[in-house]
């Protein structure tokens, strides 16, 4: 059998219910992704597997799609579609199957809540699934387990944990397999809370292929938390961007610094707004990006950007860090202007680059040059600034 055609069916139809929050957990944020994007772009990066349908709940497939896709490049949307989930899982799952594609022969489907499985865990069940047609991964029971009353929970006896497993996702099977386990079940009016319990009615052996420790599923608050931690480990690509900006002062112009319109008789000369410290901000961003000068992105001599605010440009920055699956950790600026003063500002001027780069570690600065220079004569004003990216990685 081809690898190639293998696809991935990621039920994520579900409430969330047992959160206590109003949005469903796999659209919540796991250190600043959502839960569900992290999920898919693990199964999107695994070059075994051809083709993957996420199912949404059907009130929330429009904005559950806009939500996820700016997370997603475009190498890794390729292969994703969406469709609507059903009012069980099992339904969800059956709709998911009928959106793949029929060359796919071989499923696994994966909980859109566990993002922390790993490449190892996908090769151990695309493997099982190639040897056995149908497999389920899951880690031995450590705890020991006792049986307890239904009513006062006594505790009745001790289980023999010798032969329990736990069960995770990816489980899977050849389509022809999962198919009939589907057909069974609708015929018997069976409904299972996992794949595995379908084939296992259908009487399909199910062999067993080790999950991991670490794929845990995000029901409850606390597994968001400990997922998070396990996720800021793995954090460690870095990336260092300078960007520098000067403009001249001239009159008849307003003055624009940081998205702040400053009281002053001068204003900055150029096509756009001549915010020069979000200039210099956005040119230290795409140089940790490696993509290059503002001048590239948004040209001086193309008409779309005469007068253009930058701090709409900026939003645009913003989103081609968040496609390349990088974050802004920090950012620090200085403004070099004689006059006027700018400490009045500068509050204002953070609080609105925070909230547009989602994130409160943005520090201003501002200095003069005792009278030297350009900025000292008041002849213009410019703006050195760094920042810091992180890479979003999955253990
Ligand atoms: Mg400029």
Avoid at 296 to 316: I, K, M, T, W
Avoid at 334 to 348: D, E, F, G, H, S
């Amino acid at each position: 059998m081809h690898s190639s055609r293998c696809g991935v069916i990621i039920p994520a139809a579900g409430s969330g219910s047992r959160m206590g929050r109003s949005q469903p957990k796999q659209f919540l944020e796991l250190a600043g992704i959502p839960v569900l994007a992290r999920t898919l772009r693990v199964i999107l990066d695994h070059p075994k597997l051809a083709a993957v349908v996420a199912v949404l709940p059907p009130e929330q497939l429009q904005s559950g799609m806009e939500l996820l896709l700016p997370f997603l490049s475009p190498a890794q949307q390729a292969k994703l579609c969406f469709t609507a989930g059903g009012a069980t899982r099992q339904q969800s799952v059956y709709n998911g199957l009928a959106a793949l594609p029929m060359e796919i022969d071989r499923i696994l489907v994966h909980d859109g809540a566990r993002p922390l499985v790993t490449a190892a865990v996908i090769d151990r069940c695309v493997a099982g699934l190639d040897e056995h047609g149908a497999i389920l991964s899951a880690v031995p029971v450590k705890d020991t387990l006792k049986e307890v009353t239904a009513t006062e929970a006594t505790v009745l006896r001790t289980v023999d944990r010798a032969r329990l497993w736990q069960a995770q996702t990816p489980q899977g099977a050849a389509r022809s397999l999962l198919e009939q386990a589907f057909r069974q079940a609708v015929a018997d009016g069976f409904v299972g809370t996992d794949e595995a319990s379908l084939l296992e009615h259908a009487g399909i052996p199910v062999s067993v292929v080790m999950g991991s420790e670490l794929n845990l599923k995000i029901t409850r608050p606390e597994d968001m938390a400990l997922a998070t931690a396990l996720l800021r480990q793995e954090e460690q690509l870095m990336r260092i961007g300078h960007g520098f900006d000067a403009h001249r002062l001239v009159e008849g112009r307003r003055l624009i610094l940081g998205g702040e319109e400053i009281p002053s008789h001068l204003g900055l000369d150029g096509h756009s707004d001549a915010d020069v410290l979000v200039h210099a901000l956005m040119d230290a961003i795409l140089g940790a990006l490696g993509e290059g000068d503002l001048g590239q992105h948004f040209p001086d001599n193309d008409e779309q950007y005469r007068g253009a605010d930058s701090c709409q440009l900026l939003v645009q920055v913003m989103k081609l860090v968040r496609a390349k699956q990088m974050r802004l950790l920090n950012a620090d600026i200085t403004v070099i202007c004689q006059r006027p003063k700018l400490a009045p500002y500068r509050a204002a001027m953070q609080a609105r680059l925070r909230a547009l780069c989602a994130t409160e570690a943005i520090n201003i600065k501002a200095t003069t040059t005792e009278g030297m220079g350009y900025a000292g004569r008041g002849e213009g004003i410019s703006s050195h600034a760094v920042v810091l990216l992180a890479e979003y990685a999955s253990v």
